[in-house]
C-alpha cells in the first residue's frame, strides 16, 4: 500500500463553510474528476514543481489543472503534514487574477490565526 505524503484538507472558514468543497461540488463530474486527480498526484508527490504545481507566494501554491477547454487553478498551502486547499477558481486570463491571489492570501492568514 502506498501511503501519501500528504493529508489533504479543505480550508473551513469561521463560519464552517468549504469555499473549495462548494465550488468543486459546482463543476461537471468530468472536471471534478481531472482535478482530484491533480490533486492527488500532488498529495502522493510532494514536493512537486512545475507543470503541475508552481509556488505562488511565500507558503502558497497552485495545482495548474488542464480541463477539456479551460484551465483550473486550486491555491494551497502545506502545514506539517496537511495540505490545505484553501481557493479554487477557473483561470480566464493568462496571469492569475489579484482578487484569487488575495482570496487564498486572505484564508492563509486565517488559517494561522486559529493554529
Sequence with gaps: MIIPILEVRFFA???GT??????LKDLPATERRSIGE???TVQF??????PLVRKMDKDL???RIQLIGRIA???FTVVGGVMV???GFIKKAQATPANDLETAKSRLKQLRSTQ
Design 13 to 15: 472558514t469561521g463560519a
Design 18 to 23: 468549504e469555499p473549495v468543497r462548494d465550488w
Design 38 to 40: 491533480d490533486i492527488k
Design 45 to 50: 508527490g510532494w514536493p512537486l514543481g512545475m
Design 61 to 63: 501554491w497552485e495545482v
Design 73 to 75: 487553478r486550486v491555491l
Design 85 to 87: 486547499l484553501l481557493h
